[in-house]
């Protein structure tokens, strides 16, 4: 593991490595063949940053009108389950076409009295996620390991208090792509905002029953008419990268708007939102915090008993070309500008266990694989480890495919599908 992660994080950088190993694996559990890649692709149309569902009325004789709602939009029936488009984080506005949600905006503060501007996402406390309309995320119980977590107090104003952990959104993003047609790894990565080591999104309240949020800080040590760009136009020297606005009310709270990533879960185009990374190059592309105390959660053991992490599959070298219907990964994101369209385990409503915490296992296609002509957007979880399984997707430049020791904090936030 040590080595792989070694390896992981010198492609992220840049770096040289000299492993050029190439694995071959005996085909495994034959959940999804590789012809899924060749044939499901079609059916999403890609507009904007995102890849969302065609309207049903595509290649009928009657217009849009015509047709009734999506099932998981129908009432009076399980409709979570159903086919169609379903809003997962409810605490907020979202707005599909542009990928953002307006999501309430809280004000705590550090035991010193500097403020502390944070959302919400998800929590541990499955009554009070239903309520809010947070995602409940159970397996964050099990990530209250080392500095993973932080603690809170509720004050009697509700505003919580942290014992400590400062975000430094000073510093400028800066994304260098790599010379073509390899644009990843990128020649430089700067994150636009650095955690100190105490920092975590996570946070557990000492006197509320000792239930863990997922709470991003987005501003921090600032007064609400220094951040107040109700309309955009955000100085992210003051707020998180992802904000693209956000508006203070006067009494300690407001809205935060939130740019999101699209990718795919079990098949179906979803929405979250990444906030924070362990690993700074990370934090850079992804446009997040980079929080080191993340990489105190143990990865490597998804789904495993304890496990607080799910799994996130980034592709290092996807078919590359903005009109590109199979365009994916992150040489593609860092040539065009639009999201990696990357693969994620289970989300709500989906599989049962979901987590915030995204351990990154970083996929390349091989060169045979390539030669070959089979690389394609992949959109599934087995359907990708199925090409592992059959040796044509390896970790960078050959590794063996696995956890790369970095995790990512993305909320899920919608699902399109």
């Known amino acids: 593991m040590g080595n792989l ?7 992220l950088r840049g770096g040289p490595t000299r492993d050029k190993r190439l694995v071959g694996r005996v085909a495994g559990a034959m959940a999804i063949g590789f012809l899924l890649s060749q044939i499901v692709f079609p059916s999403f149309a890609q507009t904007g940053d995102g890849v969302t569902p065609p309207d049903p009325s595509v290649g009928a004789d009657v217009p849009l009108s015509y047709f009734g709602p999506m099932p998981s939009e129908t009432l009076g029936m399980d409709q979570e389950r159903l086919v169609g488009p379903l809003q997962l984080l409810r605490s907020g506005r979202l707005d599909e076409k542009k990928g953002t949600i307006e999501l309430p905006l809280y004000r705590g ?105 997922n709470a991003p800080m987005v501003a921090f040590d600032v007064k609400e008419d220094q951040i107040r760009f109700c309309k955009g136009g955000v100085d992210h020297s003051l707020v998180h990268d992802r904000v693209v606005r956000i508006c203070p009310d006067g009494n300690g709270g407001g809205t935060a708007t939130i740019d999101l990533t699209t990718i795919f879960s079990f098949a179906k185009p979803s929405q979250y939102m990444s906030t924070e990374a362990s690993d700074p190059v990370v934090a850079a592309l992804d446009a997040g915090t980079f929080a080191p105390a993340l990489g105190d959660v143990q990865v490597g053991r998804d789904d495993s008993a304890f496990s607080a992490v799910e799994r996130l599959f980034p592709i290092a070298n996807g078919p590359t070309g903005k009109n590109n219907p199979q365009r994916q990964g992150l040489s593609s994101a860092l040539a065009d500008g639009l999201d990696p369209l990357s693969v994620i385990g289970g989300l709500p409503t989906v599989a049962l266990d979901y987590s915030p915490l995204w351990d990154l296992n970083l996929a390349e296609w091989t060169p045979e694989a390539i030669r070959r002509g089979y690389r394609a957007r992949v959109i599934d979880e087995f359907q990708l480890l199925e090409l592992v399984s059959r040796g044509w997707i390896t970790g960078p430049e050959g590794a063996d495919f696995g956890s790369t020791g970095i995790v990512v904090n993305c909320p899920i936030v919608t699902r399109l599908l």
Do not use: C, M
């Open 5 to 11: 992660r070694a390896r992981t994080k010198k492609a």
């Open 109 to 213: 503060q550090l035991r010193d009295g500097r403020s502390v501007w944070f959302i919400l996402t998800d929590t541990t406390d499955q009554p009070n996620a239903q309520a809010l309309g947070l995602n409940h995320a159970a397996k964050l119980a099990y990530s209250d390991v080392g500095d993973a977590v932080r603690e809170g107090h509720l004050e009697a104003d509700t505003s919580i208090t942290f014992d400590a952990g400062t975000v430094d959104f000073g510093p400028q993003r800066t994304i260098v792509p790599g010379a073509a047609p390899n644009f990843f790894p990128p020649k430089t990565a700067r994150p636009g905002s650095v955690a100190d080591a105490a920092y975590s999104p996570l946070v557990r309240l000492d006197n509320a029953g000792g239930h863990i949020y």
